[in-house]
């Protein structure tokens, strides 16, 4: 079955380290997202890509670092900059071309926890 | 910049009530317009969506229509069921940019009681 799979679904991290969020979809989409949700607030674009080895900043940017190799995969990096990286982390992708806005696909979502 | 704006939650109704999540956005251009369900401790997934003023989103009996003139798009189902408690999030694709990134509301939970 075509989809997106995050992993782990749960993660802890300690203050000071550096913790990457897998993201993974079979659905031959060029575009992939980020999103951070907090409780009671909706979902804030971290990073966009449209295509391999390129990538853009979005809204909430600072503190995270990702990478765009396969067209399948697009891990996020938490990093120790990060003040406040407990939230629950969601990867999407989505078909993207000449100016259609098509739906996003979502993963599960990761549960981040700074112990 | 644009935005979407959704009633605060929770909304708590009884089995077969009438359902109304209430959305209202702003943009430039023309932007597609979605609402999307979440379970507990899941991802979202889409319920239905509309790309042009005056579309109807239909599914599992759910409806939103595109309003243009009042830069709404209502969520409404007939008859809600136990099953259908969860979060519900409006969301907007800018319709001037071909990047695909969604601007959300805030999200509304909703409960229902048998």
């Known amino acids: 079955d075509g989809g997106i799979t995050q992993s782990p679904k749960y993660l802890f991290r300690k203050e000071g380290q550096n913790v990457t969020l897998s993201c993974e979809q079979n659905?031959?989409?060029?575009?992939m997202y980020w999103y951070r949700q907090d409780p009671g607030q909706g979902l804030r674009l971290i990073y966009y890509?449209?295509?391999?080895?390129?990538?853009q900043k979005g809204d909430i940017a600072e503190g995270y670092s990702v990478s765009r190799e396969k067209k399948e995969s697009f891990p996020l990096t938490v990093t120790s900059a990060q003040k406040n990286p407990t939230a629950f982390y969601l990867c999407?992708?989505?078909?993207?071309?000449?100016?259609?806005?098509?739906?996003?696909?979502f993963g599960q979502g990761t549960r981040l926890t700074v112990v | 910049g644009n935005s979407v704006t959704q009633m605060e939650g929770p909304v708590t109704l009884s089995e077969e009530a009438f359902l109304t999540i209430n959305c209202t956005y702003t943009?430039?251009?023309?932007?597609?317009l979605f609402w999307y369900v979440q379970y507990p401790g899941e991802g979202l997934q889409l319920l239905l969506k509309?790309?042009?003023?005056?579309d109807k989103g239909s599914n599992k009996g759910f409806e939103a229509t595109y309003r243009k003139e009042t830069t709404s798009f209502h969520l409404e189902k007939g008859s809600v069921q136990v099953s259908d408690s969860a979060v519900y999030f409006c969301?907007?694709?800018?319709?001037?940019?071909?990047?695909?990134?969604?601007?959300f509301g805030q999200g509304t939970t909703l409960q229902v009681k048998p």
């Open positions: 999407a992708s989505s078909i993207v071309a000449g100016g259609l806005n098509t739906e996003a696909f």
């Open positions: 659905l031959n989409h060029d575009a």
């Open positions: 890509s449209q295509i391999v080895n390129d990538f």
């Open positions: 943009a430039t251009g023309y932007p597609s």
């Open positions: 509309a790309t042009k003023a005056d």
């Open positions: 969301a907007l694709s800018e319709g001037s940019s071909n990047t695909g990134k969604l601007i």
